[in-house]
């Protein structure tokens, strides 16, 4: 069974800075992690790419959030972070933590809210 487990979403005004942070919990069988990255849904819109990185450390992001976000890992690499700062009032949303397997097979988080607002 395949966990993730995110932390760090909230409330921040426009021009703060947030840090998102996923944990891969797994139990049972064993699991290669291929990509880990971040999602995320604003209302009435679609879910999106905002960056991803891979195990062998190559990052992709989406264009609105290059030099304001940054993903990083854990040396353990099942752990993924995401910096956002310089945040905006269209970076709120619902943040979705991704895993792809080895297999390609993905997993999800449950989502963490961020909301940018005065």
């Known amino acids: 069974q395949v966990r993730l487990v995110e932390s760090g979403g909230g409330l921040v005004q426009p021009g703060g800075s947030l840090r998102l942070s996923c944990a891969v919990s797994?139990?049972?069988?064993?699991?290669?992690?291929?990509?880990m990255g971040w999602y995320r849904q604003a209302p009435g819109k679609g879910r999106e790419l905002v960056a991803r990185?891979?195990?062998?450390?190559?990052?992709n992001y989406a264009d609105s959030v290059k030099g304001r976000f940054t993903i990083s890992r854990a040396n353990a690499k099942d752990t993924v972070y995401l910096d956002m700062n310089s945040l905006k009032s269209e970076d709120t949303a619902v943040y979705y933590c991704?895993?792809?397997?080895?297999?390609?097979?993905?997993?999800w988080g449950q989502g963490t809210q961020v909301t940018v607002s005065t």
């Open positions: 991704n895993c792809k397997s080895a297999t390609y097979t993905d997993y």
């Open positions: 797994v139990s049972g069988s064993l699991f290669s992690i291929n990509a």
């Open positions: 990185i891979t195990t062998d450390g190559l990052t």
